[in-house]
């Protein structure tokens, strides 16, 4: 795969509620992206309404971000000796 053909992605900034994402990939002309969908040192993140769903699947398709990734919060921890945190990451 040649540099001119390798996928450029980049982690996006949700400030201002998730649909801005695509637009900030565009910006940059990443057409991969990944974005935290909570907050990432929280355990308690607020939902995403279905509005907020379908207006950042619409953004992403209409500036042609192919590809979307989820990153879960730094919290969690499956391998920790600690019960109550190894509870919270399940």
Known sequence: MTASHRPFGAHMSVAGGVSKAPQRAFNVTAKYIQIFTKNNNRWKGKPLTE???ATFNENKKKLGINVFASHDCYLI????PDKELMEKSR
Request: aromatic share 0%; no cysteine.
């Open 51 to 53: 509005g907020e769903i």
């Open 77 to 80: 921890n499956l391998a920790s």
